[in-house]
């Protein structure tokens, strides 16, 4: 129940973000997400036995979700600066380069994808909507098909429940749910752009989410976190998203 009511409660604040929120309210949550998503990475990266500033990777967050044009460039650069310095200080010179690198690998992983996301919305709610929302729909298509018909596994390693039928039937929920919201939302882009985005988008969802598994698997852990009751963290909640919307963004302006 914990996890039906979280879930509900999720969806109705995301859709007052995603279609209600004022710009300022829409960027400081995307802030607010990113940052959670980066301390509950960071939980992962220290299991894996390294070692690392969050303070830094904060500070980029608030770089790349509120700068602007070639001032998010020089805000990083400048970070990127003062993290190997502030490494310098360590007794062992092998944990600079690990340090530095999963403190701005973390950055673009976690906080990147939220900049895309304004972009998005920007352009308009229905695209924002659509690129988060497709996920969820091929989510459960793929737990119902792998159900029913899934025999194939597709990354035993990492994620021995999901199968090959699973992920099949995710493209299908994605694209079903693209062709009849954008269909009706955003009628002036052609059915066959629709599709492709979807289907892409999706793909970039799916890989997502073995991605974050990969890193857990690795660390030994089952959740990112325990944030959110029945569900986790909400980095388990929004790994797909964070392929996804980049995807969306990126097909959006190359074939619209």
């Not at 924002?128 to 390693?157: E, K, Q, V």
């Amino acid at each position: 129940m914990s996890r039906v009511i979280t879930g509900l409660l999720l969806a109705l604040f995301a859709c007052y973000i995603i279609f209600l929120s004022p710009p300022l309210v829409f960027r400081i949550t995307a802030f607010v997400v990113g940052a959670q998503c980066y301390c509950e990475y960071s939980g992962l990266v220290a299991a894996h036995g390294f070692h690392q500033s969050m303070w830094f990777g904060l500070l980029a967050g608030i770089v790349v979700i509120f700068a602007n044009g070639n001032i998010t460039l020089l805000g990083l650069s400048l970070l990127v600066v003062a993290a190997l310095s502030f490494g310098l200080r360590r007794n062992n010179l092998r944990d600079i380069l690990p340090e530095a690198a999963c403190i701005f690998f973390g950055v673009l992983y976690t906080f990147l994808p939220w900049r895309f996301s304004e972009l998005l919305r920007v352009r308009s709610v229905h695209w924002l909507f659509f690129a988060l929302a497709l996920n969820w729909f091929g989510d459960t298509a793929a737990y119902y098909t792998g159900r029913a018909l899934g025999r194939h596994r597709l990354a035993p390693i990492v994620s021995p429940k999901k199968s090959w039928e699973g992920a099949a039937g995710a493209i299908f929920g994605s694209v079903a749910f693209g062709l009849l919201y954008m269909g009706y939302f955003v009628p002036d882009v052609a059915a066959w752009k629709i599709v492709l985005i979807a289907v892409v988008a999706n793909i970039a969802g799916q890989l997502g989410d073995l991605a974050e598994s990969a890193m857990k698997r690795g660390a030994g852990v089952k959740d990112s976190g325990s944030l959110l009751p029945g569900h986790g963290g909400l980095l388990d909640r929004v790994d797909s998203s964070l392929f996804a919307v980049p995807a969306v963004y990126v097909l959006s302006l190359l074939i619209h």
